[in-house]
């Protein structure tokens, strides 16, 4: 019994020892892991830090916009809560796969101790095709959003945005100068929230697609006035210049780079588009130049909402107006395109005077004023005309854009990557 006490109590010892050098060991692990947590965080949120505040530069202080010089980024490290941080900016790391034009690529790379982490960020200029209806200062002094408007996607309003009954609002809705008081009582219907304060200029940055037109895409200019017709039909165009016979086009070899402008006069277009393009009436010499005059319905070869996987991009750049003439009876007018009217707006031809119906748009506006496309009766009431508008945000626009579309002067973040 002696012996038997004796191995039992040593061989407890022996149990308690293996056990505490266990856990000592899983003691230690604990505190290696907790250590390699805190470094793995702290120099996560120094990179973050740093690709952060040189994303804000960018925002400020945009390269090549404005008269702003290139900026490299900050090369030499920048201590930050007892870590560092370089970031390096680059315009030859990513490109847009449609227009190839250059993006703007950051690099943050943190260090702390031993530790070391990278977040990139991809930036490109920010365009006002992301709008369903961008409306500047002027938008405020015209027309009302009425019951039977709708628009299904980002709307900012530079101004005071007005209503009268019950427009539906689908998007996130943004106005410098918030909502006119009187329209409350008529209850528009936001859906995805009003925000005020929020301030994004109108940019004359159409003057890009001027340039773009004149190396690589098809420009006519000289001192004539005579008015441009395109006809679109699929990968091709029948144009014309005033009264010269028409042409027929093969479109990408028309304008390699997808850009069509008219620096003198206005310019008709209608037709089915197949492929990127942006056609631009830029003369603003005068009162009745500079318009893009739609006469007859404008459609994708393909329509991105059956098919999202549809690459069919059309922008369409006035000075002064964006025209919806044609037809005075037609009751449903349907174009696809984001529309920028620099001077003006979207007009209807006769809105007061033509049959009542509804213009569709598959895209967005961009306009500096916001005019009636109908008499303000409630469509299918006796005396009603012209057109309620239906605006419809194509979702591909978040990303991409037709070629060299009016860009706000901003970058905004494409991607982020760690």
């Known amino acids: 019994m002696g012996k038997a006490s004796i191995l ?9 020892l293996i056990l505490g050098v266990s856990n000592n060991e899983i003691a230690t692990q604990a505190v290696d892991n907790s250590l390699a947590y805190y470094e793995s965080a702290m120099v996560r949120n120094i990179a973050i830090a740093g690709a952060n505040m ?11 916009q404005n008269g702003n010089p290139w900026w490299d980024g900050f090369g030499s490290p920048i201590d930050f809560d007892g870590g ?8 030859s790391s990513s490109i847009d796969p449609f227009s190839g034009e250059p993006r703007l690529t950051l690099r943050s790379e943190g260090r702390f101790r031993d530790s070391v982490h990278t977040v990139s960020l991809v930036m ?22 009425e019951t039977g408007d709708s628009a299904l996607g980002p709307v900012h309003s530079e101004g005071v945005l007005k209503t009268h009954g019950y427009p539906f609002f689908g998007g996130k809705t943004t106005a410098r100068n918030g909502v006119d008081s009187t329209s409350w009582s008529g209850h528009p219907i936001f859906s995805a929230g009003i925000e005020s304060g929020i301030s994004i200029p109108m940019n004359k940055s159409y003057r890009r697609l001027d340039h773009a037109a004149q190396s690589g895409g098809k420009y006519f200019g000289g001192p004539s006035g005579d008015d441009l017709t395109l006809v679109f039909k699929g990968d091709s165009v029948t144009w014309r210049r005033g009264m010269d016979p028409d042409t027929t086009s093969y479109l990408p070899a028309f304008a390699p780079n997808g850009t069509i402008v008219l620096g003198k006069g ?19 010499t005068g009162v009745g130049r500079g318009r893009i005059v739609i ?10 909402v059956a098919n999202p996987t549809s690459t069919d991009m059309l922008g369409l750049v006035a000075y002064r107006d964006v025209n919806i003439d044609g037809d005075k009876h037609k009751t449903t007018f349907r174009v696809d395109a984001s529309m920028f009217a620099y001077k003006e707006g979207v007009t209807v031809t006769q809105y007061n005077s033509r049959d009542p119906g509804m213009f ?17 009766i409630p469509l299918g009431s006796p005396g009603s005309k012209g057109y309620k508008c239906k605006i419809t945000f194509d979702n591909r626009f978040r ?12 970058y905004e973040i494409l991607a982020w990557h760690e």
């Open 84 to 91: 560092t941080f370089v970031v390096t900016v680059d315009s």
């Open 399 to 410: 990303i991409f854009s037709p070629p060299y579309f009016p860009t706000t002067g901003m």
């Open 124 to 145: 490109r200029p920010s365009s006002f095709a992301k709008f369903a209806v961008y409306a500047g200062p002027s938008g405020a002094m015209n027309a009302y959003w």
């Open 266 to 284: 206005n310019v008709h277009v209608s037709g089915v588009v197949k492929g990127r393009c942006t056609v631009g009436a830029l003369d603003s």
């Open 54 to 64: 040189a994303a804000n530069h960018l925002f400020l202080n945009p390269p090549f």
């Open 295 to 304: 006469d007859d319905d404008i459609r994708y070869q393909q329509d991105p």
């Open 360 to 376: 569709y748009t598959l895209g967005g506006w961009i306009v500096e004023n916001v005019y009636p496309t109908s008499n303000g």
């Open 8 to 16: 039992l109590v040593a061989g407890y010892s022996v149990l308690a």
